[in-house]
């Protein structure tokens, strides 16, 4: 982060709109200065409080002398040859997190991160080998957007944001949701609902409680048609098998605007492609809204597995489509940069010492175990 000018000052990318407004009337003020500060920071991107000429003079002055406005620092820009933009985000306590642009005609998707490294330990993902350190700030998740939207100018707007970086959105949530209301927040952002996604491994109370208290769109990494397989995959489905999980989908489904959950199933070859494994996912799904995402396996250091051939995932994508469900294969960017979903890595120091368990571990079982254990 940027150092602010004084130390204990108070960073004002950490409030949502309800949380400024908290801190207004703290100071004696109206509750409507939230909505006017917002302006100033998020759409006339304002940093010096002098020009804030709505806001009277006093108040100008001590936000000047007690508040900052402290973003992440782009350390390292990378732009791939597809027009993907991958940029190092500096943090503070000397972790890096990585945060991805994805220019397509009609829209610009971000891909930010929710936590520095990750706590789960999906056996497909490199974050996971990274270990964890800690949640990101509301100031540090929503200033990779804050960040990002500057360094691209007018010219390229970012209309998209997923939570599809490193770690898990629902184990930080509070951080989150306050940063994707800013998102959301027609006095900052203004994204549409169904522009702003959250992806989670499946952290059934919290995507209960997400649906009580935020609008956004989610998105559900679910890999695998069967308990059995999922709890190699995605070991977090020990703790909420897939009968809790899809209960908890349905649920998410049934206020507007969500209208579907999409499902994110990573492609790897021999462990979850096969045609029975596709008709076993038709079974499950058949009573949950929902839209199917494969995603071709990004491979990276020392992983055990492949991506399936471009043959089986077309065949699996068919069997599914056949079958009534709408079937996407997402395309991989900026693969020669290594922007690819699970390949950022960032720089964590790492408090959870995962690497090590894993090294010792002799890195998990083999990809040929896994496959004894897939529903083909
Ligand atoms: N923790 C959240 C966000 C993680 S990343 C979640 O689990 O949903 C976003 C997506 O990328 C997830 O669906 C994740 O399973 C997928 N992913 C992780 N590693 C991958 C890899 N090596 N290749 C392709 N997709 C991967």
New binding site residues.
Partial sequence: MTAPVNPEAINLLGFDRKGLAAFFVGLGEKPFRATQLLKWLYQEEVTDFALMSNISKPLRAYLQEHCSISAPEIVVEQKATDGTFKWVMQMHCGNRVETVFIPEENRGTL?IS?QVG?A?A?S?????QQGFNRNLSTAEIVGQLYVAQRRLGKAQRITNV?????????LNFDNVVAAVNLMMDDFAYGLSKRRVTI????VVPAMYKLAQECDVSM???L?APTDELRDQL?PINQKYPLVELLAACREYVQSAPRRFITF?Y?MLDGVNDSPADARALIKLLHDVPCKMNL??????PN?R?S?SSAAAIERFKSILHKAGLVTTV?KTRGDDIDA?????VGQVKDKSRRHIRLQQMGLLETQEALKHTSSA
Avoid: D, K, W
């Fill in positions: 891909c929710s990750c789960l999906c497909f993902c490199s974050t996971a997923v939570m599809m970086g490193m770690g898990e959105p629902l992806s989670t491994s499946g998105a559900v990494s890999h995605v994110e990573v995603i071709p396996f990004n491979p990276f992983t597995y991506c997402r690819a979903c699970g390949q950022l």
